[in-house]
């Protein structure tokens, strides 16, 4: 009687894939080890159930594959020819190929796909003659987009994730017996503090003590209750943890794929590791880890020839490590390559972005990273499959944007460059600050949030329609939230609480109504009709049973880019007449040009220095009316500059300013002696201090 295939084509297509999985967890043993018999024995008992499963099901192909892989392995360890790397590529690049099999199955019931080149393949690594692994790349690529062109129509292409098509886990009994418990403690509790309401309905007054016995108790048994409540949703909520492997290992595949199209020698480690993550989340990051493998891989590492003219190692290496810090974990993907070039980065952002060319001109590296994650960006003159399509790392952002995740780039020249990406465990449950903004009480995420603070109106810094604020020695803009979501501004308040935000290695400032409480919350999310609302994520219950809602940040984030920017504006002499000229002299741009704004805000003409020796190039060129200047300067420092001008006739008794974060009554009575008027201590600096300062010295105050 002929074998049902239907009935066992399931339990048929898990084993296969559990065979594979092991023969590309054991060859990537090989690769570091090409003469262990171990090995390479474990690869040939795993090509022979393939080969024998197959053939009872009548799956010719599968078989077939499976059957000539062996014959080359057999070769080897009759020591006829050597296990290559090219060899070792052609087992990675057969496995996808299996794998493409074992999808037509699924969608097909039948395995026949093409597979000449690689039987071509197999026969000229028999003889130990050359094959094409770029040949052979290209046509899986090519094989799998039409077989999705077949199924799923052409304006459906896309990535097919494994983890998506996984409907049904395995549940350990001791983790049903962990929920079981749970609800029946959660049961009792409802029952007892049922019979407590009713024992409290028949008391006749309040004020009896047993009544306020009740009152406590009661109290009591419903925090217990809540407490039930999240320990139940708690354990059914690990019920759809599945291992981050289940990522990994396709992507270690994925990775032996990818490198047979590139003329690169480059190794990819990724340690095992335990961690279980929610499916939602694992749906997402499998492809986030391949975009930006693939990235590091063509971005990233550089060819043989160019890694021997830096003295490194013509082999690069590309590492994805994971750490759990609580309810997040962290993914580094790492590179040893050329690191990110920011001037490129630059460039391509001007050419871009030429509305904002200034800016970008003046923006520090660190800034720059936000524009690798626009869509559409890329500094790769011609555009490729491997690292994104050009579509930059959109994708990426995207994504973690899905999962609430957060990334940041570690990049030094030369040297390499880090992603870290920080997820949480799962969606259902996420830690946030509850606030109020406008008359509304809200929710930020924790992972989101880097800093409370509270400021002064007096510590803002107003250029142009930006307002901004010190912090950790550089200015961050600053925004109202309830301006932000169209709600009732409160302006009369003398201290702002400030809830300083990071967001793809940027800070924002979030001017915040009232801050109530920290908590742990479960995240109910949107129903579809609400998808397209994008300020919110979702709603939380707080401590009264109230709907709370909870902010999508990188969309709140978004909106400040709509209001109006900010430029540093030259101001024209010929339309608005100066009476004074100033020369601001600092090695700090940022310090320089807030300088200068404030100044010129005044209507006063201002011009810039980047330390003495500039200075005093400047003063000879042109008459400025005053001078301020920092202490700690390169080339010339404070000091000098002083002497110097003190020197030069037309500066004798030009009124000079001191603005510094040195503070010291020596070092005022020094500068006093030189001829300093004013010492003004960063730490105290404010717009008036500095306006006042210069309308006394220049004779503008009656």
Request: charged letters at 25%; a negative charge.
């Amino acid at each position: 009687m002929p074998i049902d295939t239907k009935v066992l084509l399931d339990s048929y297509l898990t084993e296969m894939r559990e065979h594979l999985d092991e023969i590309t967890n054991t060859v990537n043993k090989l690769k570091e080890a090409p003469t262990n018999l171990a090995f390479l024995s474990n690869v040939l008992r795993q090509l022979h159930s393939i080969k024998g499963t197959s053939r009872l099901m009548g799956y010719t192909t599968v078989e077939k594959i499976a059957h000539r892989l062996e014959d080359i392995l057999k070769g080897i360890r009759e020591n006829r020819y050597l296990l290559s790397r090219n060899i070792i590529q052609l087992l990675f690049l057969s496995i996808s190929l299996i794998h493409q099999a074992l999808q037509h199955i699924e969608t097909t019931s039948n395995d026949a796909i093409e597979i000449q080149p690689f039987l071509e393949a197999f026969e000229q690594a028999e003889h130990t003659t050359p094959f094409d692994l770029q040949k052979l790349s290209h046509f899986l690529q090519t094989a799998t987009l039409s077989a999705l062109n077949e199924n799923k129509g052409i304006d459906e292409l896309e990535e097919i994730s494994e983890i998506e098509s996984i409907e049904t886990i395995r549940v350990n009994l001791s983790s049903i017996n962990a929920i079981i418990e749970k609800f029946d403690t959660a049961i009792i509790r409802e029952f007892k503090l049922k019979n407590e309401i009713d024992l409290l309905r028949k008391e006749q007054t309040d004020s009896s003590l047993s009544s306020q016995r009740l009152k406590r108790q009661l109290k009591e048994d419903a925090e217990l209750l809540e407490s039930s409540i999240f320990e139940t949703l708690h354990e059914v909520s690990l019920l759809r943890m599945l291992p981050l492997e289940i990522v990994f290992k396709p992507l270690r595949l994925s990775f032996e794929t990818e490198i047979a199209k590139i003329n690169k020698q480059i190794n990819l480690i990724i340690p095992t590791t335990d961690i279980k993550l929610d499916k939602i989340i694992l749906e997402q990051l499998s492809d986030i880890l391949l975009h930006l493998m693939r990235n590091a891989l063509d971005h990233g590492i550089e060819t043989k020839s160019e890694r021997k003219k830096l003295g490194k190692n013509e082999t690069g290496n590309i590492e994805i490590s994971t750490s759990q810090i609580e309810n997040h974990i962290i993914i580094s993907i790492k590179d040893d390559g050329k690191g990110l070039d920011y001037n490129k980065i630059r460039k391509t952002a001007i050419e871009k972005y030429p509305n904002q060319a200034t800016e970008i001109t003046k923006m520090p590296e660190q800034e720059l990273q936000s524009f690798l994650f626009l869509s559409g960006f890329t500094t790769k003159e011609k555009t490729t499959a491997l690292s994104g399509r050009g579509i930059g790392l959109d994708v990426v952002r995207t994504n973690l944007e899905k999962i609430k995740g957060q990334i940041n780039i570690i990049s030094e020249k030369n040297k390499g460059t880090e992603f870290k990406l920080t997820i949480p465990l799962t969606l259902s449950s996420q830690q946030g600050l509850f606030i109020y903004s406008g008359g509304y009480k809200l929710i930020i995420p924790s992972h989101y949030i880097f800093q409370i603070i509270e400021k002064k109106h007096s510590d803002f810094i107003q250029i142009g329609d930006q307002t901004l604020f010190r912090f950790q020695d550089s200015l961050i803009p600053v925004y109202n939230l309830a301006h932000l979501l169209s709600t009732q501004i409160d302006n009369n308040r003398e201290v702002n609480k400030i809830i300083v935000v990071e967001y793809l290695n940027k800070y924002t400032g979030f001017i915040v109504d009232k801050i109530e409480n920290y908590s742990s919350v479960v995240v109910k999310q949107f129903s579809r009709i609400f998808a397209n609302f994008k300020p919110l994520q979702g709603v939380a219950f707080d401590t009264n049973y109230n709907f709370v809602p909870i902010l999508n940040m990188p969309n709140i984030i978004d909106r400040t880019r709509h209001l109006l920017s900010y430029e540093l504006k030259k101001v024209e002499t010929k339309t608005k007449q100066k009476n004074y000229s100033i020369l601001v002299v600092d090695d700090s741009y940022t310090t320089r040009q807030i300088e200068k704004s404030i100044l010129e805000m005044e209507k006063y003409l201002v011009g810039t220095a980047e330390n003495g020796i500039d200075a005093l190039e400047k003063l000879k060129n042109n008459y400025y009316d005053l001078i301020i200047f920092d202490i700690k300067m390169p080339q010339m420092d404070g000091f000098s500059l002083a002497r110097n001008i003190r020197r030069m006739d037309d500066y004798k008794n030009t009124p000079l300013i001191v603005v510094s974060s040195i503070y010291d009554e020596k070092v005022k009575k020094e500068f006093a002696d030189i001829g300093v008027q004013k010492f003004i201590v960063k730490s105290d600096f404010e717009r008036g201090n500095l306006v006042l300062s210069v309308k006394e010295l220049l004779n503008e105050i009656n």
